[in-house]
């Protein structure tokens, strides 16, 4: 069936450093793309966004990219902090192709570790 | 504006009762989707309501169920509950066709 899954469960990251978090979806109809970061007692906050019709979009410190040919998306955090230690998820918008409803499908989570 | 409020935060029940979870939206929310979350696992989600009506449900047993009211303030009711249905039930409320803004959680723990 349609999923989102993400390839590595944990990922330990120099201070300092990049982080790339990936996801691969497997559904092409999808149009719209959202990655969460989870922290500990909290529940899950939205951090970036993209739509389809982009291959790349930019916020503070943080870079999604979206590659539609091999459905694959990914989070690129800049100068890796030690608050950026998480829970990360990534989830797709499935629309409905008979009605105007609509689903979030969320990946199972990548947990980003920071060491000093 | 205020966030997506759930509660009660924290709750401890025996196996075999039922529980239920509220959860206020974001003033102007008109969907309100509900997820569990177990430890090591991703997000599972169980439904959404919109309008007062279930518009998606996952897969998940009948003795899990939801209602929304007019206000768009949501309930989730888990009937018998099992060891297994310990979990962090989140709450997320969306306009249309945006990301959800997702509460603080309730933390079950069945016992």
């Known amino acids: 069936g349609e999923s989102v899954g993400l390839h590595l469960p944990t990922l330990s990251v120099q201070e300092g450093d990049n982080s790339i978090i990936n996801c691969a979806y497997s559904n092409s109809a999808s149009d719209y793309f959202i990655w969460y970061k989870q922290e500990s007692g909290k529940g899950p906050q939205f951090i970036i966004d993209i739509r389809s019709n982009m291959d790349k979009r930019q916020g503070q410190r943080v870079t999604v990219l979206l590659n539609k040919t091999v459905k694959h998306l990914s989070l690129q955090i800049a100068a890796t902090q030690p608050g950026d230690s998480a829970v990360y998820f990534c989830?797709?918008?499935?629309?409905?192709?008979?009605?105007?409803?609509?689903?979030?499908?969320w990946g199972a989570g990548t947990k980003l570790i920071i060491k000093p | 504006k205020a966030g997506v409020t759930q509660t009660p935060r924290y709750l401890i029940k025996t196996r075999g009762q039922q529980v239920t979870l509220s959860c206020s939206p974001i003033?102007?929310?008109?969907?309100v989707s509900w997820y569990q979350q177990t430890p090591g696992q991703g997000l599972q989600f169980l439904f959404e309501?919109?309008?007062?009506?279930?518009?998606n449900k996952g897969n998940f047993p009948g003795r899990f169920s939801g209602r929304q009211f007019s206000n768009s303030r949501s309930e989730m009711n888990v009937s018998t509950l099992e060891l297994g249905d310990s979990a962090l039930y989140l709450c997320?409320?969306?306009?249309?066709?945006?990301?959800?803004?997702f509460g603080q959680g309730t933390r079950l723990t069945v016992v």
């Open positions: 309501y919109f309008s007062e009506t279930q518009r």
């Open positions: 003033s102007g929310h008109r969907s």
């Open positions: 997320a409320s969306s306009p249309p066709d945006s990301e959800a803004f």
């Open positions: 989830a797709e918008i499935l629309r409905s192709s008979m009605d105007s409803n609509y689903q979030l499908i």
